[in-house]
């Protein structure tokens, strides 16, 4: 959790305010070149590019590294000890297949599998909701509590 806390709230909500506070937002571009453009504006010197290098490879690495992570925990609590292997196989297969296709086809291909992750959850909180407002109602009706 501290990987995706890191990549998701400190790098994400520096580069955001890094590329509003240099205003690189109205320049028209997306992606990478959006955020070396907030970079080269923001940071002096010639070394900005070589961060905006370093820190996308870096965030991109430890991600792939905990969506391994994630998967494998999933697969061998779902289908066992077994499952993990091929599991590992079919990663490095896609982690490959992305890194030779269109950006834009990678990008739709992982927003739709993150999309179909809150499947489950969802379907989670429906057969759980039963049990959470019974649960609530049993708190409630204990003779020691009270409203603050």
Known sequence: MTQTFIDTLVVVSFTGLAIIVTGAWTSGETGAVLTRLAFERGLPGGWNGIVVTLSVMLFAFSTLLGWAYYGER???????????????????????????????????????????????????????????????????????????
């Open 74 to 148: 999933n697969m061998d609590r779902l289908f066992g000890r077994a499952a993990v292997a091929p599991y590992r196989l079919a990663f490095v297969l896609v982690i490959f297949v992305g890194a030779v296709q269109e950006l834009e086809l990678v990008w739709t291909f992982a927003d739709i599998m993150n999309g179909l992750m809150a499947l489950p959850n969802l379907v989670g909180l429906l057969l759980l909701s039963g049990l959470v407002v019974r649960e609530t109602r049993e708190f409630f009706a204990r003779p020691g509590w009270r409203e603050p």
